[in-house]
């Protein structure tokens, strides 16, 4: 009888030293993956060359002392607008940086500004 005793005592402690291990082991969840919101940003200013082919867009912001060229990838829905600018037109461009690379979403004529 003894000896069963002690080999059910060896068992349930075994028991309870095994089952810490397992809750260690278990994996954790997966990190969240969150993404990133992209905000549009905004941008006025004058055309300085535009690139059908290549989809691009540069446009001129500031006045001459702090201007300053931004170069714009455009995407396909607004690629039809480069159609119908020119060097010095003045344009409305709504855009997102990501990675230091800059994506034009919409790009509108700005008729409302007057030339010099």
Do not use: C
């Not at 349930?12 to 992209?38: E, H, N, R, Y």
């Not at 690629?79 to 709504?94: E, I, P, S």
């Amino acid at each position: 009888m003894r000896s069963t005793s002690v080999w059910l005592a060896t068992a349930a402690i075994g028991l309870a030293l095994v089952t810490p291990t397992f809750a260690v082991d278990a994996p954790a969840t997966a990190p969240s993956t969150a993404t990133k919101t992209i905000h549009t940003r905004q941008l006025a200013g004058e055309v300085v060359s535009v690139d059908q082919a290549a989809k691009t867009l540069t446009v001129k912001r500031g006045s001459s002392k702090t201007a300053k060229d931004m170069t714009f990838t455009v995407e396909n829905d607004a690629a039809a607008a480069l159609a119908d600018l020119k060097a010095g037109d003045h344009v409305k461009v709504g855009y997102v940086a990501s990675q230091g690379h800059l994506t034009a979403k919409t790009v509108a004529k700005n008729d409302n500004v007057a030339k010099k």
